[in-house]
Every structure is written in C-alpha cells, then in structure tokens.
C-alpha cells in the first residue's frame, strides 16, 4: 500500500529531539516518535492514525547504552537478544520477536510502546471503511468498537509485546524525558489500561532507557509464548516465571507477568505469592497455572479464541516452571 506523506525530523541528540518536539507540540501540531519503524510504517502504510510529522530517534548515540542494568530505548533487539550482558530469560523472549530482519530494525522502546493489536483495527483502510471503522480510528464518524459495543469509552485492542512480562519480572525501572523534564517509574506504572492512551507517555515524551536492579541477574526462570506461526508471529499468549531458590532448591521468591492476553501487560502478585507460601513441587505449580488462566481475560480480538488461549496460559506457565520441577 502507498505510503501517506509526512514531513521526517532526524535530530542528532535527546535535547535537540525535544525541542523539536517542543515546537510542534506549540504549534498544535501531532508528531509521532519512530525508532525502527517495524511497527509504526505498517500501520501508516495501512493509513491507521497517521501523523502528518514524524521525529526519528536513530541518530540519538545517548539512546543505545546497553548493560546488565542499563538498556537503552534505540537498543535493537537483535542486539539485546545476542549480547553476553543480556539476563537469559530476557535474550530469549527478545530472540523470540518477529523475525531475525525485523528484530535487526526494531528496538526495545518500539517494543515496550508498541500499539495495541486488534483484528478490527490491523486491516487496510478499505477494510476498516466497509466495516464503517471502530472506536480506535473512527476517522470522525463516532464508530463503536466492535468487540465490546456500546460503550466507546475504552477500546480492549491486545498488548502483544513480548519483553514487557520478563522486564516486569526483573522489576524494571522505565526512565522517561520531555521538553518539561525527566521523570521515573516501575515498568508496571507505565502501561494504561485503554488500548488508545496504551500508557502514561504525555504528548512531546519519550522513552530513554530502563534500568534493572543490581540482583537481576539472581533471578532464574523461562519465557513461553504461544503464537500461530512460529516464525514471526505476535504472542497470542506470553508467560514469564521467575524465581529465586533456597538451599534446598524451592523458590523462595517467585514472580509470573503475562503478555497478548490485555490491553497490558500483566503481573500477576497474588498468584505467584500463593504459590510459594506452602509450596508442594508440582502441586503448587499446577495450582498456580490454573490461577493464571482464571486471572487473564482475554476478548475476540487476535487470531486464536480467547477459550483456547486461556487453555494456553495454563501450559505456558506449567512450561515455564518445569526448569522449578528438576531439581
Ligand atoms: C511481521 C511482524 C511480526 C512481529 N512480531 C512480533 C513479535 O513476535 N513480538 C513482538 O513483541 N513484536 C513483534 N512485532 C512488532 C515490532 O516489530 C517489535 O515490537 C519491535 O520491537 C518494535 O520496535 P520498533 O523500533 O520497530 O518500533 P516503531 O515501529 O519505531 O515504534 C512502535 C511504537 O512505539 C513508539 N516509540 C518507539 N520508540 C519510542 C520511544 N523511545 N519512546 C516513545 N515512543 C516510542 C512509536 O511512536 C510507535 O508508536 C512484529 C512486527 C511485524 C511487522
Ligand atoms: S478493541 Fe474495539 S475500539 Fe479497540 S481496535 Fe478493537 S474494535 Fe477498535
């Protein structure tokens, strides 16, 4: 499809992004950021929501520190997933994005802020008019959303990022800057239940990195994801698990986050805390996998039905336990 026209800004460092996103916002104008564009140019050659400026962050050198604790927004994934510095069950919910030449272009923060998916909404615009649109891009006709009519005041398209449910896990940091300052928050503050807003970004904000505690790396665990192809497929349903063990191999510390199932990521507290109070081995881990598919709600909005993807949590998550099973 043809590609709609917008005016490219290439700034060469953060401050000189900002101010150029400073002087848009002024004049009224909307912009979006691009990183690698694996995401947004699809969505734009399908004349989804199409800004008429749009700010490049690939000259932005400050942007692509990685470490053990520090990984940069324009980081690409690839990178992330093959670099010695990379936490394992991180590199591979990383190495486990798209294909190998779309994970070479796209980049961390692309993927924490990736757009919310819907069948209704990821079509071409022809498709979107004979279905006279939905809520997401009601192009000024007030269309309802098509998965839960009668509402229009919260569109459920899917989250369907894989790194979110391993970074919440790890209990990342997400650093944000803005003409106005900077400011810092728990991975999990940052996403926003309506699948339009999708987080707390104000307009003229970016991402800039995310930080791990020092004890990342103290964390063992496993990511499982269920998608139709397994080739370059979204998640359809992602669970990570990770944990901390005691001398005699129990954990002592668990945690479990979900992806493809919301409008966000989800972490799941309650659950995972049940699981190891009176763990019983395999028990616990069946108790707890049945605790995760009745804790996500996922509606008709993907490829595969929101029944069969519940199923899938619950064998995704015994999955990522059995490493727990082993010992
Ligand atoms: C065929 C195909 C298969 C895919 N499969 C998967 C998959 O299996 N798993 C998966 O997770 N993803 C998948 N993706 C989606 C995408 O390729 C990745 O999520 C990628 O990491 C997005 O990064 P990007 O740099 O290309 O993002 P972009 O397209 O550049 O940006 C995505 C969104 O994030 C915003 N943005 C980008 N960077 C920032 C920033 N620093 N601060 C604020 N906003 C920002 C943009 O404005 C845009 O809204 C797939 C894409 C395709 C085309
Ligand atoms: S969930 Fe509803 S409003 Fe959101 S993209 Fe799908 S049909 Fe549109």
Request: glycine content about 6%; proline content about 5%; some cysteine.
């Amino acid at each position: 499809m043809k590609m709609p026209p917008f005016e490219l800004y290439v700034p060469s460092s953060l401050d000189e992004a900002l101010e150029k996103a400073s002087e848009l916002n002024d004049s009224g104008e909307e912009f979006d950021w691009i990183a690698g564009g694996t995401d947004l140019l699809p969505n734009y050659k399908w004349h989804i929501n199409v800004k008429r400026h749009v700010i490049s962050l690939s000259g932005i050198e400050e942007l692509v520190t990685l470490s053990g604790t520090h990984i940069g927004s324009m980081v690409k994934v690839h990178d992330l997933a093959t670099s010695d510095v990379t936490h394992n069950v991180l590199a591979k919910a990383a190495n486990s994005i798209a294909s190998v030449m779309i994970r070479r272009s796209g980049t961390v923060g692309g993927n924490i802020c990736l757009d919310t998916r819907c069948f209704w909404f990821n079509q071409s615009e022809g498709w979107r008019e004979s279905i006279d649109w939905c809520y997401k891009c009601d192009c000024g006709t007030e269309a309802d959303c098509r998965v839960i009519p009668n509402q229009n005041t919260l569109c459920v398209a899917t989250y369907q990022a894989d790194l979110a449910p391993v970074l919440l896990c790890l209990g990342a940091t997400i650093h944000l800057a803005s003409p106005s300052g900077t400011r810092s928050m728990p991975l999990s503050e940052f996403f926003e239940l309506d699948g339009i807003t999708r987080n707390v970004l104000e307009p003229g904000e970016l991402v800039t990195h995310l930080t791990l505690p020092e004890e990342a790396m103290e964390w063992d665990g496993d990511y499982q994801k269920l998608r139709q192809r397994d080739s370059w497929d979204f998640p359809e349903a992602g669970v990570a698990v990770l944990w901390k063990s005691d001398s005699s191999g129990n954990p002592s510390s668990l945690r479990v986050a979900t992806t493809g199932l919301e409008s966000i990521p989800g972490i799941h507290i309650e659950e995972a805390e049940a699981a190891i109070a009176d763990w019983r081995g395999k028990d616990s881990v069946d108790e707890l996998a049945e605790s995760i598919r009745k804790a996500v709600k996922p509606v008709q909005n993907t490829w595969f039905p929101p029944s069969y993807r519940r199923k899938m949590v619950k064998v995704l998550t015994k999955r990522a336990c059995s490493e727990l099973l082993v010992r």
